[in-house]
């Protein structure tokens, strides 16, 4: 199959005379004479080279480079310049275009710069493949399971997962919720556009709107240069918003404008941009409860929740702990250049008594330090650090004020101590009864 390019040239004649020679070399070929043309023609087509004439009647090489660039497009680039223009030619490169060639052309060096700009494209190509590669198969792995609380959470990733529906996570951390959110991108309709993380705890109220939405050069003191934001990164592709709840409330309402009109605003610009992203969120937090305090905005609530998937902590799975715990083990060989094999039945006994608080990302770390002091082919109870009992926590009256991880144990412990009087075993957990009620019913504890 002969190879495509786009030569953009609005002297006709030299277009021609290039165009002949690709001809010649096996190569299909599009003119274009203008920024306008090489925009149409790029956007109704995919091609394996462009060559761009630095000066054009409209615009120039680099605008239209950086528009490519812009709509996510990293199809190798050179530009042609006469003599006076090199040094624009090599702020071109520092911008994304592959090299430059001087006019007038000489076939030799073009065919070398070619056949370079073809090899690179084509390592990133195939790097990028193994990435994502192992990426998937990291994520599945990492959420694989064959508990029946899993399983439900793979039906709704794959009912949800081909819509344009917002999808809020619920879940403890460590449970594996970004991993769940990358699932539902790899099983989209976007997966070929760029998936985003964005740690909300870490937005502060001054850096949130920039973060998110992009700034204007000078647009505050340290904004030197125009900066793209989250959503224009993502373009076409899917944000995730982790630890939604953390987010500052004022920035809240900036969110939910762009999630409503499709639009941002860039900190120091009058114009809005469009932008096309789908929203997955997640929290470990408890929202109704923060929007009852006054912390998180009910609308955006409603906005970011078309969906929800509630991701089951460890504990609630411990028919999959043998099978993370070895493919922890693996990740920790490699990783320490060991050759550990096997985990002991009495070490395997003593994980899956464990509580797990930290869920999946506390027993990653469990088993790779057991990896590491292993003297020989298997990780013993010896191996391990002393793990805390699953009832001991909720057996411990001197705490009762709910925390992420610890809820139905705790619930199961006041009620025990208020002797089944739900109000002071509210009070001892210090929420209202109408969430007592609730969790009582989530976690399935006898309401009579």
Not at 22 to 30: A, I
Not at 174 to 199: C, L, N, W
Not at 354 to 360: I, S, Y
Request: aromatic share 6%; hydrophobic share 40%.
């Amino acid at each position: 199959m002969s190879k495509k390019i786009l030569i953009v040239d609005d002297d006709v004649s030299y277009g021609v005379m290039l165009k002949t020679w690709f001809q010649r070399n096996s190569w299909d070929v599009v003119l274009a004479s203008s920024l306008e043309q090489a925009l149409k023609a790029s956007a109704a087509s995919r091609y394996d080279l462009i060559l761009s004439d630095l000066r054009l009647p409209d615009g120039d090489g680099i605008m239209f480079l950086t528009s490519l660039r812009e709509d996510n497009i990293t199809t190798p680039f050179i530009i042609m310049t006469g003599y006076a223009d090199v040094q624009t030619a090599v702020n071109a490169i520092k911008l994304g275009a592959f090299d430059y060639l001087k006019k007038p052309i000489i076939p030799e060096i073009l065919q070398q710069k070619i056949d370079l700009a073809l090899k690179q494209d084509k390592k990133e190509k195939e790097d990028k493949t193994d990435k994502k590669e192992k990426m998937e198969k990291g994520v599945a792995t990492m959420v694989k399971g064959n508990s029946s609380v899993i399983q439900r959470v793979y039906n709704h990733v794959k009912l949800v997962a081909p819509t344009k529906m917002s999808v809020l996570i619920l879940g403890e951390s460590g449970t594996g919720k970004e991993y769940i959110a990358r699932m539902i991108h790899e099983q989209s309709g976007r997966k070929d556009k760029p998936f985003i993380a964005v740690d909300c705890g870490s937005l502060s109220m001054e850096l949130a709107p920039s973060e998110l939405f992009g700034h204007m050069k000078g647009s505050f003191t340290s904004a030197i240069a125009d900066k793209r934001g989250v959503f224009e990164e993502a373009k076409g592709g899917t944000v995730f918003l982790d630890e939604v709840g953390n987010l500052p409330y004022e920035v809240q309402k900036q969110l939910l404008r762009a999630l409503q009109e499709q639009k941002v605003r860039p900190v120091g610009s009058a114009q809005d941009i469009k932008v096309d992203v789908r929203i997955v969120a997640a929290t470990n937090e408890n929202l109704e409860k923060a929007i009852e305090e006054g912390r998180f905005r009910q609308d955006l609530y409603h906005r970011i929740n078309e969906f929800s998937i509630e991701v089951p902590p460890l504990r609630d799975r411990i028919e999959d702990l043998e099978e993370f715990s070895y493919h922890f083990l693996e990740q920790a060989n490699e990783e320490l250049g060991k050759n550990v094999k096997h985990i002991t039945a009495e070490a395997l006994n003593n994980l899956k008594q464990h509580r797990w608080d930290g869920n999946l990302r506390e027993l990653r770390n469990v088993i790779r330090r057991a990896t590491l002091f292993a003297e020989n082919q298997d990780i013993t109870a010896d191996n391990l650090p002393v793990l805390t009992s699953r009832t001991q926590k909720a057996d411990d009256d001197n705490y009762m004020a709910l925390r992420p991880g610890d809820e139905k144990e705790q619930i199961l412990a006041a009620l025990r101590k208020a002797r089944g009087n739900k109000t002071v075993a509210a009070k001892l957990l210090e929420i209202d009864r109408k969430t007592l009620y609730n969790k009582m019913h989530l976690y399935g504890i006898d309401l009579t």
